[in-house]
């Protein structure tokens, strides 16, 4: 329907404006839509996702989305960093080779991007500090709801950077998106019905602990966690129900963590390794660390993973010519967008999610 008038300001309707109308025109008579006021269930409306759009909630969350999206552009563009597309068809993993998604390059194998970051530590040498913000993969054969096979990530990596420096970046980058989002999007939070007081509470500094205190945390809690353990999802929001701000997790045990970590000076078995926890349990919403710039070590962290030198040549070659200490993180957009809007499933929170078993529509 194409509708002509005049908008006039009117306090009582819900947009604070009312349309005067003139006219009308029927482009079209719509018949048995299939969302109706009464309820659905989510598999249902996960079939017509391409309608469900429409409903109010999801226009609230996905327009929380695009003031996040469009909030971590300006940080980085607003402190001089430069946007580094990465490629999405890759020759190596990134971050394990369990979550790779194949296809077939030509004859070669190539794997659908499970990070940028290996790209932007050249882009780092180059222009010192980068980020990069686009679709990343990951084969996740487990059904949660805070993992999709496709989701957004955005990643700086700084040269110069170290593991301290990495942590004021994370936590003023989290606060940023926080305020931006506090600021600009009132009506879809009232929408959501997100208690906001929570959200107004996130301000800097956030409370660091480390992997060893987190695991000391666990066990008074009566939690079964013991140290070399990797923390999941339960784990994870204990940990945040003890902060009313997000936690930074730091110094995991080298093993469980990805093979381009810089050790702990103090403790080289530890990576300087930095996880961000959203308060709330909407789990993690930040990895990073400082990576290793020395080229032996790298090679030899390639070689205890098993993963093939050649596709790394180009990688190890940043080490080779000119090397400096740098760290970055990314950040998964759908963990924050849920943590803001208060979406208890990452389905919500992307346009046209994709999930186990579902890449429809
Ligand atoms: O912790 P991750 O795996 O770190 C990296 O990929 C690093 N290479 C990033 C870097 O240092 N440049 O992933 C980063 C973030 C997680 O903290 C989480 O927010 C999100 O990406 N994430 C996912 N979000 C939705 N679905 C999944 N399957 C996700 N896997 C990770
Ligand atoms: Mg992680």
């Known amino acids: ?18 349309l005067g109308v003139e006219s009308f025109e029927t482009l079209q008579l719509a018949q048995d839509y299939p969302i109706t006021p009464k309820e659905h269930g989510t598999a249902f409306l996960m079939d017509i996702r391409h309608l469900w759009l429409r409903s109010s909630r999801q226009h609230a969350v996905l327009r929380i989305r695009s003031e996040i999206e469009q909030a971590c552009r300006d940080f980085f563009y607003d402190r001089d960093f430069v946007l580094i597309d990465s490629p999405i068809l890759t020759a190596n993993a ?12 030509f004859g070669e194998k190539a794997f659908l991007s499970q990070s940028g970051q290996l790209y932007l530590e050249p882009a780092a040498a180059a222009f010192g500090r980068v980020y990069c913000f686009g679709p990343t993969f990951r084969a996740e054969k487990s059904k949660t709801r805070r993992h999709l096979m496709e989701f957004w990530m ?14 004021e970046l994370a936590e003023e980058f989290i606060e940023c998106i926080v305020d931006r989002v506090l600021d600009r999007c009132k009506e879809e939070l009232k929408t959501v019905e997100r208690d906001v007081s929570k959200l107004e509470n996130i301000r800097r500094p ?3 602990i480390t992997y060893r205190e987190a695991i000391e945390l666990l066990a008074k809690k009566g939690l079964p966690a013991k140290f070399g353990d990797d923390l999941g999802g339960d784990e994870e929001t204990v940990i945040a129900n003890a902060f009313d701000r997000p936690v930074m997790i730091t110094k995991y045990p080298a093993a469980i963590k990805a093979f381009y970590m810089q050790p702990d000076p103090q403790d080289p078995s530890l990576a300087l390794a930095l996880d ?11 990895g990073g660390s400082q990576r290793i710039h020395d080229h032996d070590l790298l090679l030899q962290r390639l070689k205890e993973h098993n993963l093939p030198i050649d596709r790394f040549q180009w990688y190890l070659d940043i080490r080779k010519y000119g090397t400096f200490p740098h760290s970055g993180f990314g950040m998964g957009i759908e963990r924050v967008v849920a943590w803001m809007s208060g979406a208890s499933h990452l389905r919500e929170t992307i346009p046209y999610p994709r999930m186990l078993n579902r890449i429809y529509p």
Request: hydrophobic letters at 40%.
């Open 1 to 18: 329907m194409r509708v002509t008038g005049s908008v006039r300001a009117e306090e009582r309707a819900p947009g604070g404006v009312e």
């Open 206 to 208: 956030f409370p660091r």
């Open 94 to 105: 990134a971050e394990g080779t369990s979550t790779l998604f194949e296809t077939d390059y």
């Open 276 to 286: 961000m926890i959203a308060p709330e349990g909407y789990g993690e919403i930040i």
């Open 154 to 167: 955005v990643e700086p990596e700084v040269a110069f950077l170290e593991f301290d420096g990495l942590q």
